[in-house]
């Protein structure tokens, strides 16, 4: 398991912008399939978007596609979620996750390891 963290969230208006990061502790960031899920109150957790090792593009829900870019930086292991036109939906718990094996369409039980999560309120 990979010890994941969480940080970057908080409030926007809707229409606003924000990143959320996440911090992989191991020695092998690059060989991680990564995820960014959400958690609405009262709803079960979804997935937002998956980053594929191996040259697969991106997979992004359809209620995130064109406005949520999910990225890495294998150099300083941490994952990125840049949130733009943020609507009152997008609230939601946010959660990190990672996997050597994910797979597509993914899903929450692909997922070895998780963060804390971290809030989003539009």
């Known amino acids: 398991d990979v010890q994941l963290v969480e940080t970057g969230g908080g409030s926007a208006q809707a229409g606003g912008s924000l990143i959320l990061s996440c911090n992989a502790a191991?020695?092998?960031?690059?060989?991680?399939?990564l995820a960014w899920f959400r958690q609405a109150p009262g709803k079960e957790r979804e997935v937002v978007a998956v980053?594929?090792?191996?040259?697969?593009?991106?997979y992004y829900s359809n209620a995130v596609k064109d406005r949520f870019t999910i990225s890495r930086d294998n150099d300083k292991n941490t994952l990125y979620l840049q949130m733009n036109s943020l609507k009152p939906e997008d609230t939601a718990i946010y959660y990190c996750?990672?996997?050597?094996?994910?797979?597509?369409?993914?899903?929450?039980?692909?997922?070895?390891?998780w963060g804390q999560g971290t809030q989003v309120t539009v």
């Open positions: 996750a990672a996997n050597r094996v994910v797979g597509y369409p993914p899903g929450e039980a692909d997922f070895k390891s």
């Open positions: 980053l594929y090792t191996g040259g697969i593009n991106p």
């Open positions: 191991t020695y092998t960031f690059s060989s991680f399939s």
